[in-house]
Protein backbone atom coordinates (compact mmCIF):
# COMPACT_ATOMS: atom_id res chain seq x y z
CA UNK A 1 0.00 0.00 0.00
CA UNK A 2 2.44 2.36 1.15
CA UNK A 3 4.60 2.30 -2.73
CA UNK A 4 1.40 2.16 -4.79
CA UNK A 5 3.16 -0.36 -6.78
CA UNK A 6 1.81 -3.74 -7.67
CA UNK A 7 3.07 -6.59 -5.36
CA UNK A 8 1.61 -9.57 -7.60
CA UNK A 9 -1.22 -11.47 -8.00
CA UNK A 10 -2.74 -15.06 -6.69
CA UNK A 11 -4.67 -16.73 -9.90
CA UNK A 12 -7.32 -19.52 -9.52
CA UNK A 13 -7.50 -21.82 -12.57
CA UNK A 14 -8.80 -25.06 -13.67
CA UNK A 15 -11.59 -24.38 -10.49
CA UNK A 16 -14.42 -27.15 -10.48
CA UNK A 17 -16.95 -25.98 -8.62
CA UNK A 18 -18.60 -29.59 -8.82
CA UNK A 19 -15.83 -30.94 -6.85
CA UNK A 20 -14.54 -27.87 -5.01
CA UNK A 21 -11.18 -27.99 -6.47
CA UNK A 22 -8.65 -25.40 -8.06
CA UNK A 23 -4.96 -24.53 -9.07
CA UNK A 24 -3.66 -22.18 -7.15
CA UNK A 25 -0.73 -19.69 -8.74
CA UNK A 26 1.31 -16.67 -7.99
CA UNK A 27 3.47 -14.05 -9.52
CA UNK A 28 5.50 -12.07 -7.32
CA UNK A 29 7.24 -8.81 -8.44
CA UNK A 30 10.78 -9.70 -8.19
CA UNK A 31 11.62 -5.85 -6.14
CA UNK A 32 9.36 -7.71 -3.76
CA UNK A 33 10.26 -11.35 -3.44
CA UNK A 34 11.49 -12.59 -0.61
CA UNK A 35 9.23 -10.70 1.19
CA UNK A 36 6.52 -12.89 2.84
CA UNK A 37 4.09 -11.66 0.60
CA UNK A 38 3.71 -14.55 -1.82
CA UNK A 39 2.91 -16.77 1.63
CA UNK A 40 0.47 -14.56 2.83
CA UNK A 41 -1.48 -13.84 0.03
CA UNK A 42 -1.45 -17.60 -1.04
CA UNK A 43 -2.24 -18.87 2.88
CA UNK A 44 -4.99 -16.41 2.42
CA UNK A 45 -6.61 -17.49 -0.39
CA UNK A 46 -6.22 -20.89 0.79
CA UNK A 47 -8.54 -20.28 3.96
CA UNK A 48 -10.92 -18.84 2.12
CA UNK A 49 -11.68 -21.58 -0.29
CA UNK A 50 -11.76 -24.51 2.08
CA UNK A 51 -13.26 -22.32 5.03
CA UNK A 52 -15.85 -19.88 2.89
CA UNK A 53 -16.16 -21.80 -0.16
CA UNK A 54 -15.59 -25.27 1.17
CA UNK A 55 -13.56 -26.25 -1.61
CA UNK A 56 -11.17 -29.81 -0.71
CA UNK A 57 -8.35 -29.65 -2.75
CA UNK A 58 -5.99 -26.74 -3.98
CA UNK A 59 -3.19 -27.64 -6.15
CA UNK A 60 0.06 -25.89 -6.18
CA UNK A 61 2.78 -26.58 -8.71
CA UNK A 62 6.22 -25.21 -9.30
CA UNK A 63 9.38 -25.34 -11.32
CA UNK A 64 11.59 -28.80 -10.56
CA UNK A 65 14.25 -26.05 -9.85
CA UNK A 66 12.61 -23.25 -8.80
CA UNK A 67 13.51 -23.42 -5.21
CA UNK A 68 11.67 -19.81 -4.40
CA UNK A 69 8.01 -20.78 -5.31
CA UNK A 70 8.87 -24.72 -3.63
CA UNK A 71 9.58 -22.63 -0.32
CA UNK A 72 6.51 -20.45 -0.42
CA UNK A 73 4.26 -23.95 -1.06
CA UNK A 74 5.89 -25.45 2.21
CA UNK A 75 5.76 -22.70 4.17
CA UNK A 76 1.64 -22.60 3.86
Known amino acids: FLTQRL ?4 QLGKT ?6 TELSY ?3 PWARGE ?4 EAALVTA ?7 KFER ?3 RTAADNTASQQVA ?3
Open 47 to 53: QWLFTDQ
Open 7 to 10: VGII
Open 27 to 29: IIA
Open 58 to 60: IEL
Open 36 to 39: GYAS
Open 16 to 21: NWHVRS
Open 74 to 76: QKI
